[in-house]
């Protein structure tokens, strides 16, 4: 490219779907769906920020019949209706091309395709260097030395080259090998048995269609020929459809087309209101740089250093006279287990804080550390004063690694903050500062640098490391000021003090307690997997008929597709042809090879994840890992594990399976027992539905799953058979998470018309399950939330229809909430039981894991009949439902190797 000022368009449908259809299921804070939006969103921003246009533009379609239409009636008719979970994000998706300041451009009756054509040809004519944002290969036609494709997503550039190396052919040449191959997308017939290979070699051969077409006879076969004769006027049909028009009649603005800056005020209310947060601090890069900075409140602040006997008498004195105070801690590292403090602060005014420095670069002064935590230890550990922290649950685990216990009344801002706002994904610090108080705080890297060679907390300067420490005890404090009164007055401090608060304790508890793995037997695993992988790799390559990188996708796609012939179902976003998991599991039932494929896949991931990583996250100091678990990410209220995700150990094969056998107990005369709630998702649809037949299945202690085969296919549960099962258990758990006849269908590979079958069925045998989805939408329709069982909300907006089965996200979230949710609730509460009879059963026996709707606990093996007891009382008693509940509880010396234990 040369130094002519660059011009970028936009195929705004394009760029919407691709980022729809490649990015994972997000939602806003209130349900609504923003994968999409925040896909435009982030491309935009990178747009801006590393390639700097010129010239901007964005097409969308015009509208109304197109010209198309006229040359072929059936033109775009296997286009299917945009998905639902998309319509809602298009609004929001032009607002954000509306506050990134894009001109749009529409020609009625015609394609955004047409006008970006047009574009393009009068951007080069203007002396401009062109690239047109698309994935569509429509538009390679318009490729020359000053017009390129810009693929945004993979940051990749299609000139006449690279066009060359991927279809053989000059960009003159685009139109006339589309009119061979067809356009299955557009529903746009080429001449059958025309494919790529063929259509690049018949061009090299003849130079264009017009001359391919007047001698067919030149080409070798006869059924090529013959082809080519009965389908001339197909192929010259299809030329004049995928022609784009490149002469609309468009009057320019050329200095309206000129890029100028964004309206950050406008996109960052967007990013509130998608929780776009990580966006927000990236939106000054985009902004035009003279422009004045967004008015921020004035941030008042004193700190002091505590660095002498006599000031910390004082801070003692002074923390003492508190009901409460924020505390906050530095340490060596980001894991408190493998941490020492570095440092204290505390705070109970807004504006003041306090910074203790614990340890410190030589030449400045710290007090002696044991004198510190003997002056604090008392006061942490006094039930009269409230400690309030931000992730609290991280400072209790450092202060107990110093020998300092943290008791008593204890408030995180960070889950009073998720329990007014469960849909937002981050409740950080930062993120609380600037959203409640206007204020950025303190970046970490300001004080530790960026890169490898970042210095240790203990080896910042204390006055700097005040400022730092010392705002974070103060913001804290501030936000406690505003949020819990908050939490007062939506009613959530019940839930807050008696389900919430004593969770935190217990699970620094677990973390601090960690679970035991053999190392050895990991690696013994490793090892095994590694043998295995290679014979597979081998395989592969004898099967696939030539060795080839099976981590290549385009070789994978030439051995696939190519050269084995094997069906092309499905293509990604780009327009490639997809090699996806699922793809490869129905290309199974044609060939050996994607079969194979898939377990090499999932064996590799296997090694990757757990038998080469969990070895790495042993602590050294007693081979246990400790992982996280985290109360304020689940907008459904459950628990999550981080570092490493524990609850994802996997169970369905025998490869996972073996993974769980190297969790095991602390000695030889200890046991690992699980206790899992049965089937608490069904069992708590069971009592908001309060479905008689639901009700009395799990009354009788039945197999729901079976019972409700019976019921839907009209046979005796004894004459229920596997299959008959495995449907009924789809149904049930697909209820819940809103799944679709089209969804049912290909989970169980049946037809769309018997799935939609299964679930009318199912709604007409079970009709108090019908109506609990009514209400509970109705309810969300009307009130904008929707509460569990225990008054935890989730916001949902978003809800079109409170009666059918196909159901948009926020419909799926609003029952799925309710649900899971309340599940959660229980699961807590049982948690909370638990703990609080071991403690005082004065028993050795501890929780360590908890995996959703499962419980883990280490014992010595002559404590497990009492424990057995204790915990089924605790878990049956948790909550009063409308069916019982039912906890599985098995025994072992390692989390596979368990044997049940009978009622």
Same mark, same amino acid.
């Given at each position: 490219?040369?130094?002519?000022?660059?011009?970028?368009?936009?195929?705004?449908?394009?760029?919407?779907?691709?980022?729809?259809?490649?990015?994972?299921?997000?939602?806003?804070?209130?349900?609504?769906?923003?994968?999409?939006?925040?896909?435009?969103?982030?491309?935009?921003?990178?747009?801006?920020?590393?390639?700097?246009?010129?010239?901007?533009?964005?097409?969308?379609?015009?509208?109304?019949?197109?010209?198309?239409?006229?040359?072929?009636?059936?033109?775009?008719?296997?286009?299917?209706?945009?998905?639902?979970?998309?319509?809602?994000?298009?609004?929001?998706?032009?607002?954000?091309?509306?506050?990134?300041?894009?001109?749009?451009?529409?020609?009625?009756?015609?394609?955004?395709?047409?006008?970006?054509?047009?574009?393009?040809?009068?951007?080069?004519?203007?002396?401009?260097?062109?690239?047109?944002?698309?994935?569509?290969?429509?538009?390679?036609?318009?490729?020359?030395?000053?017009?390129?494709?810009?693929?945004?997503?993979?940051?990749?550039?299609?000139?006449?080259?690279?066009?060359?190396?991927?279809?053989?052919?000059?960009?003159?040449?685009?139109?006339?090998?589309?009119?061979?191959?067809?356009?299955?997308?557009?529903?746009?017939?080429?001449?059958?048995?025309?494919?790529?290979?063929?259509?690049?070699?018949?061009?090299?051969?003849?130079?264009?269609?017009?001359?391919?077409?007047?001698?067919?006879?030149?080409?070798?076969?006869?059924?090529?020929?013959?082809?080519?004769?009965?389908?001339?006027?197909?192929?010259?049909?299809?030329?004049?459809?995928?022609?784009?028009?490149?002469?609309?009649?468009?009057?320019?603005?050329?200095?309206?087309?000129?890029?100028?800056?964004?309206?950050?005020?406008?996109?960052?209310?967007?990013?509130?209101?998608?929780?776009?947060?990580?966006?927000?601090?990236?939106?000054?890069?985009?902004?035009?740089?003279?422009?004045?900075?967004?008015?921020?409140?004035?941030?008042?602040?004193?700190?002091?250093?505590?660095?002498?006997?006599?000031?910390?008498?004082?801070?003692?004195?002074?923390?003492?006279?508190?009901?409460?105070?924020?505390?906050?801690?530095?340490?060596?590292?980001?894991?408190?287990?493998?941490?020492?403090?570095?440092?204290?602060?505390?705070?109970?005014?807004?504006?003041?804080?306090?910074?203790?420095?614990?340890?410190?670069?030589?030449? +400045?002064? !710290? $007090?002696? %550390?044991?004198?510190?935590?003997? #002056? *604090?230890?008392?006061?942490? /550990? =006094?039930?009269?004063?409230?400690?309030?922290?931000?992730?609290?649950?991280?400072?209790?685990?450092?202060?107990?690694?110093?020998?300092?216990?943290?008791?008593?009344?204890?408030?995180?801002?960070?889950?009073?903050?998720?329990?007014?706002?469960?849909?937002?994904?981050?409740?950080?610090?930062?993120?609380?500062?600037?959203?409640?108080?206007?204020?950025?705080?303190?970046?970490?890297?300001?004080?530790?640098?960026?890169?490898?060679?970042?210095?240790?907390?203990?080896?910042?300067?204390?006055?700097?490391?005040?400022?730092?420490?010392?705002?974070?005890?103060?913001?804290?404090?501030?936000? +406690?000021? !505003? $949020?819990? %009164?908050?939490?007062?007055?939506? #009613? *959530?401090?019940?839930?807050? /003090? =008696?389900?919430?608060?004593?969770?935190?304790?217990?699970?620094?508890?677990?973390?601090?307690?960690?679970?035991?793995?053999?190392?050895?037997?990991?690696?013994?695993?490793?090892?095994?997997?590694?043998?295995?992988?290679?014979?597979?790799?081998?395989?592969?390559?004898?099967?696939?008929?030539?060795?080839?990188?099976?981590?290549?996708?385009?070789?994978?796609?030439?051995?696939?597709?190519?050269?084995?012939?094997?069906?092309?179902?499905?293509?990604?976003?780009?327009?490639?042809?997809?090699?996806?998991?699922?793809?490869?599991?129905?290309?199974?039932?044609?060939?050996?090879?994607?079969?194979?494929?898939?377990?090499?896949?999932?064996?590799?991931?296997?090694?990757?994840?757990?038998?080469? /990583?969990?070895?790495?996250?042993?602590?050294?100091?007693?081979?246990?890992?400790?992982?996280?678990?985290?109360?304020?990410?689940?907008?459904?209220?459950?628990?999550?594990?981080?570092?490493?995700?524990?609850?994802?150990?996997?169970?369905?094969?025998?490869?996972?399976?073996?993974?769980?056998?190297?969790?095991?107990?602390?000695?030889?005369?200890?046991?690992?027992?699980?206790?899992?709630?049965?089937?608490?998702?069904?069992?708590?649809?069971?009592?908001?539905?309060?479905?008689?037949?639901?009700?009395?299945?799990?009354?009788?202690?039945?197999?729901?799953?079976?019972?409700?085969?019976?019921?839907?296919?009209?046979?005796?549960?004894?004459?229920?058979?596997?299959?008959?099962?495995?449907?009924?258990?789809?149904?049930?758990?697909?209820?819940?998470?809103?799944?679709?006849?089209?969804?049912?269908?290909?989970?169980?590979?049946?037809?769309?018309?018997?799935?939609?079958?299964?679930?009318?069925?199912?709604?007409?045998?079970?009709?108090?399950?019908?109506?609990?989805?009514?209400?509970?939408?109705?309810?969300?329709?009307?009130?904008?939330?929707?509460?569990?069982?225990?008054?935890?909300?989730?916001?949902?907006?978003?809800?079109?229809?409170?009666?059918?089965?196909?159901?948009?996200?926020?419909?799926?979230?609003?029952?799925?909430?309710?649900?899971?949710?309340?599940?959660?609730?229980?699961?807590?509460?049982?948690?909370?039981?638990?703990?609080?009879?071991?403690?005082?059963?004065?028993?050795?026996?501890?929780?360590?894991?908890?995996?959703?709707?499962?419980?883990?606990?280490?014992?010595?093996?002559?404590?497990?009949?009492?424990?057995?007891?204790?915990?089924?009382?605790?878990?049956?008693?948790?909550?009063?439902?409308?069916?019982?509940?039912?906890?599985?509880?098995?025994?072992?010396?390692?989390?596979?190797?368990?044997?049940?234990?009978?009622?």
């Amino acid at each position: 490219m040369s130094d002519r000022p660059k011009f970028y368009i936009l195929d705004a449908y394009s760029l919407i779907f691709q980022v729809f259809h490649a990015i994972p299921e997000m939602t806003s804070p209130s349900g609504q769906p923003t994968n999409a939006a925040f896909g435009v969103f982030r491309d935009l921003l990178n747009l801006f920020r590393d390639r700097k246009p010129a010239y901007l533009a964005a097409a969308f379609d015009g509208g109304g019949p197109v010209f198309r239409s006229e040359i072929f009636a059936e033109y775009k008719a296997n286009r299917s209706e945009m998905p639902q979970d998309l319509v809602p994000q298009i609004p929001v998706i032009k607002s954000i091309v509306e506050g990134f300041n894009v001109p749009v451009l529409t020609v009625p009756g015609m394609e955004a395709d047409d006008v970006i054509a047009t574009l393009a040809r009068r951007g080069e004519e203007r002396g401009l260097d062109v690239f047109v944002c698309t994935s569509d290969k429509d538009a390679r036609q318009l490729i020359t030395d000053h017009i390129k494709i810009l693929n945004l997503r993979k940051n990749a550039v299609m000139d006449a080259k690279a066009l060359e190396k991927d279809w053989g052919i000059r960009p003159d040449q685009v139109v006339d090998y589309l009119a061979l191959t067809g356009d299955s997308v557009d529903n746009v017939p080429g001449v059958p048995g025309v494919g790529p290979v063929l259509a690049s070699g018949y061009l090299k051969q003849f130079g264009d269609l017009e001359t391919l077409l007047a001698n067919p006879d030149q080409v070798k076969g006869p059924k090529k020929q013959q082809a080519l004769r009965e389908h001339a006027e197909t192929a010259r049909r299809a030329r004049r459809l995928v022609a784009l028009e490149e002469n609309l009649p468009l009057e320019l603005d050329w200095e309206a087309l000129r890029v100028s800056p964004p309206n950050v005020a406008a996109l960052k209310a967007i990013c509130v209101d998608c929780g776009f947060h990580r966006f927000v601090a990236e939106l000054g890069e985009s902004a035009e740089p003279d422009a004045p900075p967004t008015p921020r409140p004035e941030w008042v602040a004193h700190y002091s250093t505590i660095d002498t006997p006599e000031a910390f008498q004082t801070f003692l004195e002074e923390i003492r006279k508190q009901d409460r105070f924020s505390i906050d801690t530095e340490t060596t590292s980001v894991n408190p287990l493998l941490s020492s403090l570095v440092g204290i602060s505390a705070s109970w005014k807004a504006g003041e804080a306090y910074y203790i420095p614990l340890r410190a670069p030589i030449g +400045f002064k !710290i $007090l002696d %550390p044991e004198l510190v935590l003997d #002056g *604090l230890r008392p006061i942490l /550990a =006094d039930p009269k004063i409230e400690k309030v922290g931000q992730n609290v649950k991280y400072d209790m685990l450092a202060f107990g690694r110093a020998g300092v216990a943290v008791e008593g009344p204890i408030t995180d801002t960070m889950i009073l903050s998720y329990l007014l706002e469960s849909g937002e994904r981050n409740h950080s610090l930062d993120q609380l500062a600037d959203r409640l108080l206007g204020h950025e705080m303190i970046p970490i890297t300001d004080l530790i640098g960026k890169g490898r060679n970042q210095l240790r907390m203990d080896q910042v300067d204390v006055p700097r490391i005040t400022e730092y420490a010392a705002e974070d005890a103060d913001a804290t404090w501030r936000i +406690f000021e !505003i $949020l819990a %009164p908050r939490v007062h007055e939506e #009613g *959530l401090w019940d839930l807050y /003090a =008696d389900l919430e608060r004593p969770l935190i304790s217990i699970l620094a508890r677990m973390e601090e307690i960690g679970v035991k793995v053999d190392v050895a037997q990991l690696r013994q695993l490793s090892t095994e997997f590694a043998s295995r992988l290679a014979e597979m790799e081998e395989e592969i390559h004898r099967l696939a008929g030539r060795p080839f990188n099976i981590n290549s996708v385009p070789q994978l796609r030439q051995i696939l597709f190519e050269e084995l012939k094997l069906p092309k179902l499905q293509k990604t976003p780009g327009g490639e042809l997809s090699t996806a998991t699922e793809v490869l599991e129905e290309l199974a039932s044609k060939h050996p090879l994607p079969a194979l494929l898939v377990r090499h896949r999932q064996l590799t991931k296997l090694k990757g994840t757990y038998l080469d /990583a969990l070895p790495e996250l042993v602590h050294p100091e007693d081979g246990r890992i400790h992982a996280s678990f985290n109360q304020g990410v689940a907008a459904t209220g459950r628990l999550s594990s981080s570092d490493p995700n524990l609850q994802n150990i996997p169970v369905r094969t025998e490869e996972g399976r073996q993974i769980r056998q190297a969790f095991i107990a602390e000695s030889p005369d200890w046991r690992l027992l699980t206790a899992d709630y049965s089937q608490i998702e069904l069992r708590v649809l069971a009592h908001y539905s309060e479905d008689p037949a639901l009700k009395r299945a799990f009354d009788a202690d039945h197999d729901i799953h079976r019972a409700v085969a019976a019921r839907i296919y009209g046979v005796p549960e004894e004459q229920v058979d596997e299959g008959m099962r495995r449907v009924a258990k789809t149904v049930n758990f697909g209820v819940i998470y809103g799944l679709s006849p089209f969804g049912l269908a290909s989970r169980l590979g049946i037809k769309q018309t018997e799935a939609a079958a299964f679930i009318e069925a199912y709604f007409q045998e079970y009709q108090g399950v019908d109506r609990f989805i009514t209400k509970t939408l109705e309810s969300a329709q009307a009130d904008g939330r929707v509460e569990t069982i225990l008054g935890r909300r989730r916001p949902i907006s978003g809800i079109k229809s409170t009666t059918g089965r196909n159901r948009n996200l926020a419909e799926r979230l609003a029952v799925n909430t309710v649900i899971q949710g309340s599940a959660a609730d229980l699961i807590k509460r049982a948690m909370i039981l638990v703990d609080g009879r071991l403690r005082e059963a004065g028993l050795s026996s501890r929780m360590i894991l908890q995996i959703h709707d499962e419980l883990v606990f280490e014992a010595p093996a002559d404590e497990i009949p009492v424990l057995t007891v204790l915990v089924r009382e605790a878990m049956t008693g948790a909550l009063k439902l409308a069916v019982p509940l039912k906890v599985d509880l098995a025994v072992g010396p390692n989390w596979l190797d368990v044997e049940p234990l009978d009622d």
